[in-house]
């Protein structure tokens, strides 16, 4: 589903132009980072997940990682 917007969602990333992305759930982690990439959107490299059942400490403890990065 994401895949299939990819062009209209790189575009609007684009519009939004934030200093720099991240993705939040695996699953969008996986579909959206290489594309991002090659699009040369700057992407935080951090692979969190969906900070729902049960994964909510899990996703803290990933985004002091994310924190980090955005300081950069």
């Known amino acids: 589903m994401i895949r299939g917007r990819l062009p209209d969602t790189i575009q609007e990333v684009r519009e939004i132009d ?5 993705l939040i759930k695996a699953t969008v982690y996986d579909a959206l980072i290489e594309p991002f990439r090659c699009a040369g959107l700057p992407v935080v490299d ?15 403890r990933k985004f002091i990682e994310v924190e980090k990065d955005l300081s950069d």
């Open 18 to 22: 934030p200093h720099k992305k991240v």
């Open 46 to 60: 951090v692979r969190l997940p969906f900070p729902g059942s049960g994964q909510q400490s899990e996703f803290a």
